[in-house]
Structure formats: C-alpha cells, structure tokens
C-alpha cells in the first residue's frame, strides 16, 4: 500500500519524495469516483505537488533528511523563502498519499461501516456513525473554496474539522486518519458543482481498516 514519505535514493546523500502508485487500479471506484478523474487527479495534480515540494527542498538540500510528516508539524523551522512552498506543495503530497490509501473499492474494503475501537470511539464522541458522517459531510459541503474535511486524533480523541487549500491537519499538531478533498479537481468532472453528491458517494469507497489503523497509530 501507498506510504505518506516514500522516498527513493537520488544524487548525492538527496532521497527525493516520489509519487506512490496507487493501491488500485484507477477504475476501481466506480461508480463513485470515475477513471478520468484519478488519472488525473493523482498522476497530475498529486505528481505537481511532488515536483514542486522537490524543486524547493533543492535549494536547501539538508530538508531532505527529514520526514515529510516532521516537515509539516514545524513549518515554522522551514526557510522563510521555501517556507509557502512546502507548506502548500509538502501540503498537497501528504495529504493526497493518505488519501489513496484510506479509499478502497466497494466490495473489496470499500464502503463498510468502522469496527472495533475506532467504531466505540466514534460512538463516545460524536453518538454514532452516522452523526459522524453528517458532521464531516457538513465540513465538507460547507468548506468555501478549495480544502478538506478531516477526520483527526488529538491527544487521543477524535475531532471533525474543515481545513483550507492544501494545509494538513499535522500543522496543528493533529493527525490526520480520514480526509476527504474537496477541490474541484477532485469530482468536477463527474459531478460539477454537485459536491453534496460527491461526499455522498464518496461514503462507498471509504476503506474504514485503513482509517483504524491509522487510529490506533495515533493513540
């Protein structure tokens, strides 16, 4: 499965980020999220975000030693002048790399309800599975512009929010375990401005073993 920080050997003592191939091929979730727009969404827009985190890492090389996921919980140690870069690129590629990773196809992990420890999490913070999808949906219909909705642990318990552009949840010390993009690259060519009906669908391909693993990482 994809990972956040893959990374591969490059010149010199560099590892450069790398775009992941994705977990599935990129028809595997339909109907609900159609081909075109994973071919484009991850081998354009996600491949951008790696070229562009790489280009501003170069000009201060040491940076490539570090995580990507410590890269983004210090943004203020970053170099004023790469410092918007990394933020919205370094941004970008985290959280596109969970992004895959917490989607599968329906029938094959996708679209099931959450189980174990994360599903009585749910039920203590938010009364149930679906008051939590009604309180990321909100997140996530409402976000104005370009943003996310998250799914987040801080400080062992869980927390809905809506986050702008690309800025990742790590920022505030909060990790990420679901997130759902709501640019318009992600479903316009689908939906159009239907975004209500693309979060709706999107609820089919959610790979909820991915997210409690994640969960009970973060804990």
Same mark, same amino acid.
């Given at each position: 499965?994809?990972?956040?920080?893959?990374?591969?050997?490059a &010149?010199?003592?560099?590892?450069?980020?790398?775009?992941?191939?994705?977990?599935?091929?990129?028809?595997?979730?339909?109907p609900?999220?159609?081909?075109?727009?994973?071919?484009?969404?991850?081998?354009?827009?996600?491949?951008?975000?790696?070229?562009?985190?790489?280009?501003?890492?170069?000009?201060?090389?040491?940076?490539?030693?570090?995580?990507? +996921?410590?890269?983004?919980?210090?943004? +203020?140690?970053?170099?004023?002048?790469?410092?918007?870069?990394?933020?919205?690129?370094?941004?970008?590629?985290?959280?596109?790399?969970?992004?895959?990773?917490?989607?599968?196809?329906?029938?094959?992990?996708?679209?099931?309800?959450?189980?174990?420890?994360?599903?009585?999490?749910?039920?203590?913070?938010?009364?149930?599975?679906?008051?939590?999808?009604?309180?990321?949906?909100n997140?996530?219909?409402?976000?104005?512009?370009?943003?996310?909705?998250?799914?987040?642990?801080?400080?062992?318990?869980?927390?809905?929010?809506?986050?702008?552009?690309?800025?990742?949840?790590?920022?505030?010390?909060?990790?990420?375990?679901?997130?759902?993009?709501?640019?318009?690259?992600a479903?316009?060519?689908?939906?159009?401005?239907?975004? &209500?009906?693309?979060?709706?669908?999107?609820?089919?391909?959610?790979?909820?073993?991915?997210? &409690?693993?994640?969960?009970? &990482?973060?804990?």
């Open positions: 499965m994809a990972q956040v920080t893959q990374q591969k050997p &010149a010199g003592a560099e590892t450069r980020h790398v775009l992941a191939q994705l977990p599935y091929d990129v028809a595997a979730l339909e609900h999220i159609d081909a075109q727009t994973m071919q484009i969404h991850h081998g354009k827009h996600h491949q951008a975000y790696v070229t562009n985190l790489n280009n501003a890492l170069s000009q201060h090389p040491q940076l490539f030693s570090t995580s990507l +996921d410590a890269l983004l919980r210090g943004m +203020d140690a970053i170099p004023d002048d790469i410092r918007t870069t990394v933020r919205n690129n370094g941004g970008g590629h985290h959280n596109h790399s969970l992004f895959w990773t917490i989607m599968a196809p329906a029938g094959k992990g996708g679209g099931r309800e959450p189980s174990g420890a994360l599903a009585d999490a749910i039920q203590r913070t938010f009364g149930g599975f679906e008051k939590l999808k009604a309180l990321l949906g997140a996530a219909t409402t976000q104005f512009g370009s943003g996310w909705a998250w799914l987040t642990v801080s400080n062992g318990k869980l927390e809905v929010a809506g986050r702008p552009n690309q800025d990742s949840p790590l920022m505030d010390n909060k990790t990420p375990i679901l997130g759902l993009d709501v640019w318009e690259h479903y316009y060519l689908k939906y159009q401005n239907r975004r &209500a009906d693309y979060v709706a669908a999107w609820w089919n391909v959610v790979n909820w073993d991915e997210v &409690a693993r994640r969960y009970a &990482a973060a804990l």
